[in-house]
């Protein structure tokens, strides 16, 4: 009870009503996900079973609480989360890691293929000679 900060009386009967009615919501949740369409759940191929499972980790992870807020609000809708790729999942700080992962890459491929211009123009200078 005390992730919820409120004083006095009314303040104790808020948070235990919150504390006693939100854990319904996975309840009716799944109700309502009975009526959505997801997709194939006969991990028909190892694609969509790697997909799933993907699904599953990400919103069982407990450092993405993000992820399970949006479900939750309805802000990401069931048919858009079977086709989230990993990283559209994973956490704010992660994402922003692997952003700046491939930036880094891009960055030596870039300069790969300048020294390879450079010595391919050197290369031909010497040949022309």
Known sequence: MSQFKCCGYYGYKIRKNLLEGLPKVAGEVEESMKEQKLGPFNYGTKEVKLNYRSICFNVRYSNNPDLRRKILLGEVKPEKLVTMIPEEM???????????IRERRLAKIRDKDDDDEEKEEKSECDDAR
């Open 90 to 100: 994973a956490r704010h700080k992660l994402r922003h890691e692997i952003r700046q």
